[in-house]
């Protein structure tokens, strides 16, 4: 069999049918709520999301037992967004009124909502290692109902999270200069907070909720090696998204390895192979004449200066 007829194989079988298109739904939107979390220094608050979400998964798991549906674990992925959504609005809340510190908070989410999972699923009559597949992906398990429900919440996230780049890049650049300007920086940062939510969720089958925050992080990471600008690096970070979702799980597809495992581990190798090359392609790349500044681009600087 060639190589041409192996991948035909591969996009007739009904199951990577599936897997694709969610895998490639969640690397495009994943990295643009990311590219925002990047800008406001809250890199990690993805991990804190994806702990609170596993305490929804089990409550979903709990749900079902009490309401006795075919599958037990139907309403895991409603309970992973209500916690989710909970979880990432209570945390901008006590981050904006000021009353502990940022990484207080996060480790909070951290460790209740890992602890909160395994004590509710033993509620459930389940055990935790029912809640390994949630922790690092489960992309064989997809269904058509998740495809459709994945294809929702990402249209949200890509809706507000390009549609608004705008009015959130100037609540995540600058918050004092933005509501001076009358931007409702409150509610944006809600937003935020809740879009952010949604991405986790929606890319728990693929990589798992422990290393949903690389996904969301590493890709932007990569773009902006490659670019300085807010809009192009967003373009570059979602472009990168889809690329390592698809091939991880196009791997994965003919050799035994964990999809979410391999997905995170293409994205850091093109992290450190671009961090390699790129003095060398600064080096090469010929200068125009009279421009002290090559490498400034035309449009919103990713380092331009916050006012005091």
Known sequence: ??????????????????????????????????TYLVQRRLALLGDGIGHVALTGVALGWLAGTWLEVARQDALALPGA???AVVGAVAIEVVRARGRTSGDVALALLFYGGIA?????????????????????????TVSTSDVWLTVVLSAVVLAVGVGLRTALFAVSQDEEFARAGG????????LIAVVAALT????????????VSALMIVPVAVAQLMASSFHRTMAIAMTIGVVVTVSGLSITYWEDAAPGAMIVVLAIGLYALTAVL???????????????????????????????
Do not use: K
């Open 116 to 140: 909160g999972g395994v004590l509710i699923i033993g509620q459930a009559g389940g055990t935790s290692a029912n809640l390994v597949g949630y922790l690092f992906g489960s992309i064989s």
């Open 183 to 190: 931007i409702p920086v409150r509610a944006l940062n809600l």
């Open 278 to 308: 790129r003095p060398l392609v600064r080096r090469l790349r010929p200068r125009p004449p009279g421009d002290p500044h090559p490498q400034l681009e035309d449009d919103v600087q990713l380092t331009a200066p916050r006012t005091t």
């Open 200 to 211: 986790v969720t929606v890319a728990m089958r693929v990589v798992g909720l422990l290393l």
């Open 1 to 34: 069999m060639t190589a041409v007829d192996e991948v035909l194989g591969m996009l007739s079988d009904p199951f990577m049918q599936r897997a694709l298109i969610v895998a490639a739904l969640v690397g495009l939107s994943a990295p643009v709520i990311g």
């Open 81 to 83: 967004v209500l916690a």
